[in-house]
Antibody
Framework: EVQLVESGGGLVQPGGSLKLSCAAS????????MHWVRQASGKGLEWVGR??????????AYAASVKGRFTISRDDSKNTAYLQMNSLKTEDTAVYYC????????????WGQGILVTVSS | DIQMTQSPSSLSASVGDRVTITCQAS??????LNWYQQKPGKAPKLLIY???NLETGVPSRFSGSGSGTYFTFTISSLQPADIATYYC?????????FGGGTKVEIK
C-alpha cells in the first residue's frame, strides 16, 4: 500500500523558513518523480514544484509563485522528499501535499494527507 | 501557462441524477487530462487519467471524454458517496495546472 506522510508544518512568521518532509513507502520511491501541491483554505489546487528521479538527474521545476524561494530535494536512501521554504509570505499559507508521479508525466498518482503551513505574524 | 476553465463551480443534484462537469483548456492538450475527487477534509484522489481511463477500484458510474481543448466528466447516477469537489488537471506541459473545481452536493 502506498503511503505518503508529510511532516514539518506549523506556524511561521513572514520572512521565515520551514522545511517539510514527505516519508514514502509502498512503492519504488527512487524511480518516481515527486511533486508538492498546495491548497489554501477554501481554494483550489496549486502545483508548487517537482523533483525527478536520479535517472533524470534529480531535475527540479517550480511554479513561478515560489521560484527562487522554495527548493525541493530528495533522499532516496531514506525514501523521503523535502520542500525547503524560505522568505515565506502570508499567501503561502496552505495545506501542502506531496504526491507521487510514477510515470514522470506531470500527474499525481497518490497523495499524502497534507500538512498545514501558516504564515502569520 | 495553460489555463483550465471548469464549470460549473458548484452543482446540486438528486440521488440517481446524471451529473456532467466540463473542463476547457486554453490550448490543445491532446489527451493529457486527469480528473481528481476531493472529499471534505481529505486529500485529492486520482479518479480518471488520460481523459477516460478509470483508476483501479473507481466505480463505473464515473466516466470521462473529450480531446484537444474540451473535456467532460460524468457521474451517470449520483450517489451520496460522490459528495466531493472534482478537479480537472492538464499535464501537457509545465506547469501542470488544475481547473477551479466543481463542488457537487446532494439536493
Amino acid at each position: 500500500e502506498v503511503q505518503l506522510v508529510e511532516s514539518g508544518g506549523g506556524l511561521v512568521q513572514p520572512g521565515g523558513s520551514l522545511k517539510l518532509s514527505c516519508a514514502a513507502s509502498g512503492f519504488t520511491f527512487s524511480g518516481s518523480a515527486m511533486h508538492w501541491v498546495r491548497q489554501a483554505s477554501g481554494k483550489g489546487l496549486e502545483w508548487v514544484g517537482r523533483i525527478r528521479s536520479k535517472t533524470n538527474n534529480y531535475a527540479t521545476a517550480y511554479a513561478a509563485s515560489v521560484k527562487g524561494r522554495f527548493t525541493i530535494s530528495r533522499d532516496d536512501s531514506k525514501n523521503t522528499a523535502y520542500l525547503q521554504m524560505n522568505s515565506l509570505k502570508t499567501e503561502d499559507t496552505a495545506v501542502y501535499y506531496c504526491t507521487t508521479d510514477y510515470g514522470d508525466a506531470l500527474d499525481f498518482d497518490y497523495w499524502g494527507q497534507g500538512i498545514l503551513v501558516t504564515v502569520s505574524s | 501557462d495553460i489555463q483550465m476553465t471548469q464549470s460549473p463551480s458548484s452543482l446540486s443534484a438528486s440521488v440517481g441524477d446524471r451529473v456532467t462537469i466540463t473542463c476547457q483548456a486554453s490550448q490543445d492538450i491532446s489527451n493529457h487530462l486527469n480528473w481528481y475527487q476531493q472529499k471534505p477534509g481529505k486529500a485529492p484522489k486520482l479518479l480518471i487519467y488520460d481523459v477516460f481511463n478509470l483508476e483501479t477500484g473507481v466505480p463505473s458510474r464515473f466516466s470521462g471524454s473529450g480531446s484537444g481543448t474540451y473535456f467532460t466528466f460524468t457521474i451517470s447516477s449520483l450517489q451520496p458517496a460522490d459528495i466531493a469537489t472534482y478537479y480537472c488537471q492538464q499535464y501537457e506541459n509545465l506547469p501542470p495546472t488544475f481547473g477551479g473545481g466543481t463542488k457537487v452536493e446532494i439536493k
